[in-house]
């Protein structure tokens, strides 16, 4: 899938293992069928947004609209792209990233999941690393925030694992009952010193005007 008019479609970001870009057609179909296949243990519910609850008869358009949603709405003011992440040119999960009132607050907020069968293989940390990389050395962000349930050992290992500080708690309702979400942020400076994957990012230049950060 490309366009003249739409640059992110170019833009690639690698690490040693991992490409995360926009995802053409067919990768939005084999994102569909690693949701299908399960992105946790149905007993758990680690999203904030419970989207892996709808039925599964939905679950296939409603990641479909998602992505498609996330390119119609972007704008400088608020934005978000949604990389599928290939491992060997294989979808193994998806990493967002996003921002509100960018050119002003220097902040991005992150978001992933990888799919069951690939979970455990040190995936999650290395695509977080690719895009807070992506964040901080390809637009200049000075803050980047994460959160996770407080149960949710695995990815508040990550934020850890990557510098990130805890930030407070917010309280919401999770399938009926109460729960408590730690809000995990990260400094540029903890950034830097943190930063241990390399990563090389492609054809970032053509999309720069979009984010209007000069």
């Known amino acids: ?42 007993e758990y519910m680690p999203f904030g947004v ?5 039925p599964r008869e939905e679950l ?11 390119w119609a709405d972007f704008t400088a003011q608020r934005w978000r792209l949604d990389f599928v992440v290939l491992r060997d040119n294989v979808v193994v999960g998806t990493q967002g990233i996003g921002a509100h009132d960018f050119p002003i607050l220097r902040e991005v907020g992150t978001g992933s999941w990888v799919g069951r069968r690939f979970q455990g293989q040190g995936i999650g940390s290395e ?12 637009l200049g962000a000075e803050w980047a925030t994460s959160s996770a349930y407080d149960d949710n050992a695995r990815s508040l290992g990550v ?4 510098g990130y500080r805890e930030d407070g708690i917010s309280r919401d309702v999770r399938r009926g ?3 408590t979400q730690l809000r995990m942020r990260l400094s540029r400076a903890d950034w830097e010193t943190h930063r241990s994957v390399e990563v090389d990012i ?12 000069t």
């Open 159 to 162: 934020s850890r694992k990557l």
């Open 177 to 179: 009952k109460a729960a």
């Open 1 to 42: 899938m490309t366009t003249r008019h739409w640059p992110f479609f170019a833009l690639r970001i690698r690490t040693p293992r991992l490409e995360l870009r926009l995802p053409s057609t067919e990768q939005l179909d084999d994102l569909v069928d690693l949701v299908l296949d399960g992105v946790h243990d149905p």
């Open 60 to 70: 296939a358009y409603n990641s479909l609209a998602h992505n498609w949603q996330s």
């Open 202 to 213: 492609e054809n970032l230049e053509p999309c720069l005007p979009y984010f209007q950060t």
């Open 127 to 138: 695509m977080r690393a690719a895009v807070l990389h992506f964040g901080f050395a390809g």
């Open 50 to 54: 419970p989207w892996t609850d709808a």
